[in-house]
């Protein structure tokens, strides 16, 4: 009989239970922008982490508060972090996701041999069962520093569905995309460069069905690569775009740019719960999409270097 200490040790680092697994499949589909993708998971007392990176100048997060599971049990000690196959997470979500249906899904960490163990809790017909393999992370990745860009934010918030669309239309073979804000009169322009030019303009006040909300003192103008630029859209949910909800560009010190997404994890009975005019969820079941995209100017600097 094993006494209450021992059992203590061998409870799993986490125990959590989710009613909503499309809308954890869409978050982290946001966040898969190729097939082969690894990605670090940090658990924590206050909720999972998921961060994937691509070389050195873009950066996503996806937040999974405790609040978005219907049982967190955390039993870990600081933040343990393990690395896995993004997509083979996905699709492994995505068989327990059935279409018109709520399903309850298990999740521990770690399995007997250090797996992700995924497992229905709720079918009286049939039990779905998966291990996923995990590795230890070859390095820990590296958190941007964001820092403001001043005392004003620099920042505006477009609907979702337009940015995706400004930026699916400025696409250019290995081209740069110039963001540039001015506050008089507050305008963001999108511009593109490759065999021709492209520009978009989104004007406050004149375009506020599409940029709702607008903050600049000053005029910045910075280039990203185009590549690194669409993934932070290219995979946002259609439950998102349905919505109408908004995604927030904010851009920090040396150009350094944040794109926030917010992805419903309600079950869908819940999925339209109060929205406010800047297209952001109020309840807790959100989970929450940062990208970090380093400026053309940046990666120079540091190659010349």
Not at 160 to 173: N, T, V
Not at 182 to 204: A, C, K, N, S, W
Not at 268 to 283: K, L, N, V, W
């Amino acid at each position: 009989m094993n006494s209450p200490s021992s059992s203590a040790e061998e409870a799993p680092d986490l125990v959590c239970q989710l009613d909503n697994v499309q809308g954890m499949v869409d978050a982290l589909t946001t966040v898969r922008w190729k097939r082969q993708q690894d990605a670090v998971m940090e658990l924590s007392e206050h909720g999972v982490v998921l961060i994937v990176e691509e070389t050195g100048c873009l950066q996503a997060k996806v937040y999974l508060q405790r609040e978005l599971f219907t049982r967190y049990e955390y039993n870990g000690q600081g933040r343990p972090r393990f690395g896995v196959s993004l997509g083979l997470f996905v699709d492994c979500l995505n068989t327990f996701s059935v279409p018109g249906q709520s399903s309850i899904l298990e999740i521990r960490y770690p399995g007997p041999d250090m797996q992700l163990l995924l497992k229905s809790v709720d079918s009286l017909d049939a039990c779905i069962y998966a291990e996923i393999r995990t590795r230890i992370p070859d390095t820990v990745s590296w958190d941007y520093n964001f820092e403001p860009a001043g005392s004003t934010p620099l920042t505006f918030t477009v609907k979702s569905a337009a940015l995706k669309e400004a930026i699916d239309d400025l696409e250019w073979p290995g081209s740069s995309i110039q963001i540039n804000l001015q506050p008089v009169p507050p305008i963001v322009t999108f511009r593109g460069e490759g065999h021709g030019d492209l520009q978009i303009d989104l004007m406050y006040y004149v375009n506020t069905d599409l940029l709702v909300a607008f903050h600049c003192d000053r005029q910045v103008s910075y280039k990203y690569k185009y590549k690194f630029l669409r993934a932070t859209t290219s995979n946002i949910p259609g439950s998102v775009i349905k919505d109408n909800r908004g995604s927030k560009l904010t851009i920090g010190r040396g150009g350094l740019l944040k794109v926030q997404h917010l992805v419903s994890v309600a079950r869908p009975s819940t999925s339209h719960p109060r929205i406010d005019s800047a297209g952001y969820q109020q309840p807790s079941r959100i989970a929450y999409i940062e990208f970090f995209v380093k400026p053309e100017e940046d990666e120079d600097a540091a190659n010349n270097q």
